[in-house]
C-alpha cells in the first residue's frame, strides 16, 4: 500500500528530529474565496531544495521554496505570509 503524501512528510519530519536531514514543512491556512479546497496542502522541502507536494502549483510554491533557503539558516519555526502571488505580507495584511 502506497503511503499518503501526509504519511511520507510525517515520516521525514520524524527523521529530522532524531538527527536526520533538515526539511522544512509549509502547510497552507488560508486561501482566497474560491480556492478554499487548498488549505491543508502541504510542502516539504530539503535543504538542498527538493520539493515534496504542492501548495498551489504555481507562484506560491515557488515562493516558499525560495524562503525556505534563508530558513534554513534561522534553524527556527516560523509563520511566514504569503499573497496568492507569493509576494511577502505582514501578518496583519494576511488576514
Given at each position: 500500500?502506497?503511503?499518503?503524501?501526509?504519511?511520507?512528510?510525517?515520516?521525514?519530519?520524524?527523521?529530522?528530529?532524531?538527527?536526520?536531514?533538515?526539511?522544512?514543512?509549509?502547510?497552507?491556512?488560508?486561501?482566497?474565496?474560491?480556492?478554499?479546497?487548498?488549505?491543508?496542502?502541504?510542502?516539504?522541502?530539503r535543504d538542498a531544495?527538493?520539493?515534496?507536494?504542492?501548495?498551489?502549483?504555481?507562484?506560491?510554491?515557488?515562493?516558499?521554496?525560495?524562503?525556505?533557503?534563508?530558513?534554513?539558516?534561522?534553524?527556527?519555526?516560523?509563520?511566514?505570509?504569503?499573497?496568492?502571488?507569493?509576494?511577502?505580507?505582514?501578518?496583519?495584511?494576511?488576514?
Amino acid at each position: 500500500m502506497a503511503e499518503t503524501l501526509a504519511a511520507q512528510i510525517t515520516d521525514e519530519v520524524m527523521q529530522a528530529l532524531d538527527g536526520g536531514p533538515p526539511v522544512l514543512v509549509a502547510t497552507l491556512i488560508a486561501a482566497p474565496s474560491g480556492q478554499e479546497k487548498l488549505i491543508g496542502a502541504k510542502l516539504r522541502v530539503r535543504d538542498a531544495g527538493a520539493a515534496l507536494g504542492a501548495l498551489d502549483g504555481g507562484p506560491l510554491g515557488a515562493a516558499v521554496s525560495a524562503e525556505a533557503r534563508e530558513a534554513f539558516r534561522r534553524h527556527g519555526v516560523e509563520t511566514v505570509y504569503l499573497a496568492p502571488d507569493g509576494s511577502r505580507l505582514g501578518r496583519l495584511d494576511a488576514e
